[in-house]
């Protein structure tokens, strides 16, 4: 069961806790219960985690909420520990090209900061 972190910029920002301080409660409160699914469960269902096709092992969580739909991207650090790097609320049918290179950006950034 994965450890879920949330990615920290050089300067200390964290972008996932923006993207949750701009929503309503509930919608963060629906958030929050499918990450926890996510921490607790040994298998995920499809319906909230896939591997997203064309990426550097990018993955997305998938929530629905009131006809809103949200999506957190983010990627497995090692098997235990899996870190968000973007949200974002989903208006098209594809995941916006820009916030998938903003994720692979991201964890690029990461683990070349773990290494050294």
């Given amino acids: 069961m994965p450890e879920v972190n949330f990615y920290e910029s050089k300067s200390g920002k964290q972008p996932i806790v923006d993207f949750l301080n701009s929503l309503t409660g509930k919608q963060a409160q629906k958030i929050a219960?499918?990450?926890?699914?996510?921490?607790?469960?040994?298998?995920?269902p499809k319906q909230y985690f896939k591997k997203l096709k064309s990426?550097?092992?990018?993955?997305?969580?998938?929530?629905?909420?009131?006809?809103d739909i949200f999506r957190i991207l983010g990627f497995f650090e090692?098997?235990?520990?899996?870190?968000?790097?973007?949200?974002?609320?989903?208006?098209?049918?594809?995941?916006?090209?820009?916030?998938?290179?903003?994720?692979?950006?991201?964890?690029?950034?990461?683990?070349?900061?773990?290494?050294?």
């Fill in 78 to 116: 090692s098997n235990n520990i899996f870190i968000l790097t973007n949200g974002f609320i989903k208006k098209t049918q594809k995941t916006p090209f820009n916030e998938i290179k903003i994720a692979e950006e991201r964890k690029r950034e990461y683990i070349e900061r773990k290494k050294k």
């Fill in 33 to 44: 219960w499918v990450l926890q699914l996510f921490e607790e469960k040994n298998i995920v």
């Fill in 55 to 67: 990426t550097d092992d990018i993955w997305e969580i998938r929530i629905i909420y009131s006809g």
